[in-house]
């Protein structure tokens, strides 16, 4: 159960903007992506005091691919690229109804930080939203 974007919708848009999409790729086909933004993109009006903090603003492995470590991947990615943005912490929403996802972030060292109750309404069901975070200043 995961809400589906409008098709009509851009794709490049801040935050989402080239720059700021990591792919996974095989013999030239897409596997899944991940948008990475500046939490100050994220959130403007906050500007400079999050200027530490990079968001993952949407992660997603193509079905066929699922449990082949393309998320993994992913992961490291982003490690990788929020290090180089001078990054201390990594933050992220997940659906409660996401377990896959959710037990897939918490092996990578992100932790739950918070639970927004049935923060959505899905296909007829309150759906919580999942906040987690990974600390890159204490991550080995």
Same mark, same amino acid.
């Given at each position: 159960? =995961? ?7 851009? !794709? =490049? %848009?801040?935050? %989402? ?14 596997? @899944?992506?991940?948008?990475? !933004? ?14 530490? #903090?990079? #968001?993952? $603003? @949407?992660?997603?492995? &193509?079905?066929?691919?699922? @449990?082949? *470590?393309?998320?993994? &991947? ?11 943005? /001078?990054?201390?912490?990594? %933050?992220?929403? !997940?659906? /409660? ?7 897939? $972030?918490?092996?990578? /060292? $992100? ?6 109750? @049935?923060? =959505? =309404? +899905?296909?007829?069901? $309150?759906? *919580?939203?999942? +906040?987690?975070?990974? *600390?890159?200043? &204490?991550?080995?």
């Amino acid at each position: 159960m =995961f809400p589906r974007p409008s098709l009509d919708a851009p !794709v =490049f %848009t801040e935050p %989402t903007l080239p720059e700021n999409v990591l792919v996974a790729v095989e013999n030239a086909r897409p596997l @899944g992506f991940a948008k990475l !933004v500046p939490s100050s993109l994220a959130h403007p009006k906050i500007g400079l005091a999050t200027a530490h #903090v990079q #968001v993952i $603003y @949407g992660c997603s492995v &193509a079905p066929e691919h699922q @449990g082949r *470590d393309v998320g993994t &991947a992913l992961l490291h990615a982003i490690r990788r690229e929020s290090v180089a943005r /001078g990054a201390r912490r990594i %933050t992220l929403k !997940v659906l /409660g109804s996401n377990p896959r996802a959710q037990t897939l $972030y918490h092996r990578h /060292g $992100y932790r739950v930080e918070g639970i927004l109750r @049935g923060e =959505f =309404f +899905l296909q007829g069901n $309150y759906v *919580d939203d999942v +906040l987690m975070a990974l *600390d890159l200043s &204490a991550a080995a």
